[in-house]
């Protein structure tokens, strides 16, 4: 196992009716913004009930983040914050939000010339940033309870990531109910998120850490089982739950703990995200699998302990290595089918000439050493890309 250190502030009440909760944990002297997306909040009852907690509190509205949330709109909400004294951010909503109020917080008090430098710097010159909490309404990215975010630069074109230890979430608010009027698209979409959230984090190279690796193995197989019941009952709680924990313990920093992380179809994802539009989870869905194809060798030990600890393909029983790897990649792909994800560039009418310009994508944000052995070039990322279509 490798050295690590872990911290991880953010306080989760979890359950039915803890909206209610916030009363309890916003400052009663709070000057709030409340940052929101396209408004679905006023149609589900969310938005009451959190105005119903917040009391008296003054309370500013922040809505129109997108689903990937840009930087000309949050710039918007830092005005917002500095017009108004605003001193505490509640997003609510699903990961663009929060991944836009942990930007909203770190800017509001960066002290460079240009906010941008944050995204540029990757989060390394934040030193301060505004208090906030979430109330989470789409389980997917785990951005409730860690300290990353993601902004999209329409203007440049550029989706890029930061982190800070000052934009953890002082609190989430988790209630599995105000996910069941979600799309299903949302559903399959946060599924398939949290699933390769994971295997970022675990299809790696092994370090004897058993205990992240059952830990990891055990939220995939959750979201193998409860993700499809998700789409055939969207009301059962227990099933709503479980994907939603599933989502939050995916990319909290647990199971990262002591070991090796890929984040390599992740950031080439983000490339096709910025120059295609589409949302994050069908990037991931189109791109690991080819991923996971291309650098078999690399993750071959992984591999056949995925195949055989996730999708119970043995040795004799199922084949060589080979085929066990095969068949595991295979299976991957159809689940991401089966939550509704396709997972071809050519089901989003992305074609072969569309690859250089992802390619160069790449190359400018610096993406050219990837991966868990920095060795994810150039020439394989176009490799990806091309095994894709």
């Known amino acids: 196992m490798l050295n690590f250190d872990f911290y991880n502030p953010t306080q989760i009440l979890f359950g039915k009716g803890r909206i209610a909760d916030l009363n309890k944990v916003v400052p009663a002297d709070a000057k709030v913004l409340l940052m929101y997306g396209g408004g679905s909040i ?5 938005f009451d009930e959190v105005i119903a907690a917040l009391g008296s509190r003054s309370v500013t509205e922040f809505t129109g983040i997108e ?8 710039m918007k909400a830092v005005e917002v914050v500095k017009q108004n004294k605003i001193d505490f951010l509640l997003a609510v909503g699903g990961g663009s939000v929060i991944d836009g109020a942990k930007f909203v917080a770190a800017a509001a008090l960066f002290e460079g010339d240009d906010p941008w430098a944050i995204l540029e710097k990757r989060g390394t010159n934040i030193t301060k940033a505004l208090p906030f909490g979430s109330v ?4 997917a990215t785990g951005s409730e309870m860690n300290n990353g975010s993601v902004v999209t630069r329409k203007s440049l074109k550029a989706k890029m990531a930061f982190s800070s230890r000052h934009c953890f979430p002082l609190f989430s608010v988790l209630d599995p109910t105000k996910t069941y009027t979600l799309p299903l698209r949302q559903v399959g979409n946060g599924a398939v998120d949290a699933f390769v959230h994971v295997m970022e984090q675990y299809m790696t190279y092994p ?6 690796d059952r830990f990891a193995e055990g939220l995939l197989k959750t979201l193998i089982e409860e993700g499809p019941k998700a789409l055939a009952n969207p009301e059962d709680y227990d099933v709503r739950a479980n994907l939603m924990w599933c989502a939050t313990m995916a990319l909290n920093g647990m199971i990262s703990t002591g070991v090796p992380q890929d984040w390599a179809t992740h950031m080439i994802g983000h490339e096709l995200t910025a120059l295609h539009g589409l949302d994050h989870a069908q990037t991931l869905a189109i791109v690991l699998p080819s991923m996971l194809r291309i650098r078999k060798e690399a993750k071959r030990a992984k591999l056949l302990q995925y195949a055989e600890r996730v999708w119970d393909l043995r040795e ?3 084949g060589d290595e080979d085929s066990r790897i095969d068949a595991a990649i295979g299976k991957t792909q159809d689940f991401f089918e089966q939550m509704g994800v396709k997972t071809h560039l050519s089901d989003y009418a992305i074609k072969a000439s569309d690859i250089p310009p992802l390619v160069s994508a790449l190359e400018n944000h610096r993406m050219v050493a990837l991966g868990e052995k920095r060795d994810v070039t150039l020439d394989i990322s176009r490799q990806v890309l091309e095994l894709s279509l």
């Not at 370090?207 to 992240?212: G, H, I, L, S, W």
């Open 67 to 74: 689903p990937n949330p840009s930087y000309e709109t949050l």
């Open 42 to 46: 006023k149609h589900n009852g969310v």
């Open 316 to 318: 004799g029983r199922d």
């Open 207 to 212: 370090v004897n850490a058993p205990v992240q």
């Open 136 to 139: 989470l309404t789409l389980p």
